[in-house]
Antibody
Framework: QVQLQQSGAELVKPGSSVKMSCKASGYTFTSYYIYWIKQRPGQGLEWIGRIGPGSGDTNYNEKFKGKATFTVDKSSSTAYMQLSSLTPEDTAVYYC?????????????????WGQGVMVTVSS | DIQMTQSPASLSASLGETVTIECLASEDIYSNLAWYQQKPGKSPQLLIYDASSLQDGVPSRFSGSESGTQYSLEINSLQSEDAATYFCQQHHDYPYTFGAGTKLELK
């Protein structure tokens, strides 16, 4: 069965960085984009960006450029997101989710499977 | 960025009733709209994509429709398990954007 298994909760200090993982299983890793989405406590959802596992190509929300960096390891079917220069406003749950890559090499754009989320708490 | 204005922010309904949640896009998104259900402490789950296509495994009491740039999610015959927060998401253009959410409470 399809699974996106994310790494565990993080408690980090302001100004530091954190790197989280999203391990995919149950499907062909390179056939789906991996997206990252932020949800602040009690708030809505915010699209951070996406990475193509086959090509490594990325697309970032302008708001998160310089904040988030995506990488993949095809050998382990794992996607990573690093967040840098953390502030209390980065305290949130971060989800990975997948979206199918069409024959035209574009994303269907909707997310049929999500990881369980990583709670990142930025506090001194 | 495309703005998604979702309404209402919350609603309360009884078992068996029908409710409608709406999202208004700030520009034409050409039916590229998805609806998700999120329960407390859980990840969102896809209900509807491409405005009206039902995701596999989702009960048929959920349906999506559109009229211009207005998109609607209808839930018929409300069940207790439908208590959740619902989000719309436009998947027409980057950056993808979400509505603010509708919290559905069952009376």
């Amino acid at each position: 069965q399809v699974q996106l298994q994310q790494s565990g909760a993080e408690l980090v200090k302001p100004g530091s960085s954190v790197k989280m993982s999203c391990k995919a299983s149950g499907y062909t890793f390179t056939s789906y984009y991996i997206y990252w989405i932020k949800q602040r406590p009690g708030q809505g959802l915010e699209w951070i960006g996406r990475i193509g596992p086959g090509s490594g190509d990325t697309n970032y929300n302008e708001k998160f450029k310089g904040k988030a960096t995506f990488t993949v390891d095809k050998s382990s079917s794992t996607a990573y997101m690093q967040l840098s220069s953390l502030t209390p406003e980065d305290t949130a749950v971060y989800y990975c989710a997948r979206s199918r890559i069409t024959i035209a090499a574009i994303s269907t754009g909707y997310f049929d499977y999500w990881g369980q989320g990583v709670m990142v708490t930025v506090s001194s | 960025d495309i703005q998604m204005t979702q309404s209402p922010a919350s609603l309360s309904a009884s078992l068996g009733e029908t409710v409608t949640i709406e999202c208004l896009a700030s520009e034409d998104i050409y039916s590229n709209l998805a609806w998700y259900q999120q329960k407390p402490g859980k990840s969102p789950q896809l209900l509807i994509y491409d405005a009206s296509s039902l995701q596999d495994g989702v009960p048929s009491r959920f349906s999506g429709s559109e009229s211009g740039t207005q998109y609607s999610l209808e839930i018929n015959s409300l069940q207790s398990e439908d208590a959740a927060t619902y989000f719309c998401q436009q998947h027409h253009d980057y950056p993808y954007t979400f509505g603010a959410g509708t919290k559905l409470e069952l009376k």
